[in-house]
């Protein structure tokens, strides 16, 4: 690819970052150049955001309807997995799965719920009662 044909298609990372790319310059040789994004790359992340949205959107309804804790809601829209959660609260896998039960997390003590908060950078107050509107 020559260096005047390099993609600069906006995307949704367009303030964010650029990405360096090798390409031709008029001489033929091999150059790098930052390039604003690309259309099929442009498409393949907005597929990906619509996924992580989509499962952020139904933690949400399950908290709502009582299935699960807000743990399992701010675990989605922190886009943390279990060992990510483990690293940072000190809690077992298997303990943070019990924390998802409505039931448990209502028990947990004020100790523990700081763990959750420092971990997704709320408040107790919006780990308790999260604005999910």
């Known amino acids: 690819m020559k260096k005047k044909d390099i993609p600069q298609d906006e995307s949704a990372l367009k303030n964010v970052l650029r990405e360096v790319v090798y390409a031709k310059d008029e001489d033929g040789k091999y150059t790098s150049a930052l390039s604003q994004g690309w259309d099929v790359k442009k498409d393949a992340l907005d597929n990906a955001w619509d996924d992580v949205n989509e499962k952020i959107e139904e933690a949400k309804q399950a908290v709502l309807s009582g299935e699960k804790s807000p743990v399992y809601y701010f675990k989605e829209k922190t886009l943390m997995d279990m060992p990510t959660i483990t690293g940072y609260t000190g809690f077992w896998a298997i303990t943070i799965k019990r924390h998802f039960k409505p039931s448990v997390f209502k028990k947990l003590s004020d100790h523990k719920l700081e763990k ?18």
Do not use: N, V
Not at 116 to 133: G, H, M, Q, R, V
């Open 116 to 133: 959750y908060a420092k971990a997704f950078d709320i408040t107790i107050e919006e780990l308790k009662s999260p604005d999910l509107s």
